[in-house]
Nanobody, 124 residues
Framework: QVQLVESGGGLVQAGGSLRLSCAASGRILTRFAMGWFRQAPGKEREFVAALRWSGQQKIYGDSAKGRFTMSRDADYTVHLQMNSLKPEDTAVYYC??????????????????WGQGTQVAVSS
């Protein structure tokens, strides 16, 4: 089982930046991928970004392209650098892990482990 802990959320003014982090621990296999999702009030969980651990191949959701960047450290920690934030980015951001397969996915069902979420609020 993989445990995930997000951090770095907070309140920021429109146009500002935040950097989210997610630390993974537990049983991590060689085939491993991680992703970021977000969920705003009254909306379904939305794909933001995903990263394949080996080679660091990445994909982004439409709302993240050009503004957000996902990266990783060697110690199974991933980050989401969010720039040019907009009020519509306000949501709870969740870290997710896929263990046993390194294929990148953009669906909630592609992931088996989830963090507790960290709140991001962007004021206008």
């Amino acid at each position: 089982q993989v445990q995930l802990v997000e951090s770095g959320g907070g309140l920021v003014q429109a146009g500002g930046s935040l950097r989210l982090s997610c630390a993974a621990s537990g049983r991590i296999l060689t085939r491993f991928a991680m992703g970021w999702f977000r969920q705003a009030p009254g909306k379904e969980r939305e794909f933001v970004a995903a990263l394949r651990w080996s080679g660091q191949q990445k994909i982004y959701g439409d709302s993240a392209k050009g503004r957000f960047t996902m990266s990783r450290d060697a110690d199974y920690t991933v980050h989401l650098q969010m720039n040019s934030l907009k009020p519509e980015d306000t949501a709870v951001y969740y870290c997710a892990a896929r263990v046993g397969s390194s294929r990148l996915g953009d669906q909630v069902s592609d992931y088996t482990s989830w963090g507790q979420g960290t709140q991001v609020a962007v004021s206008s």
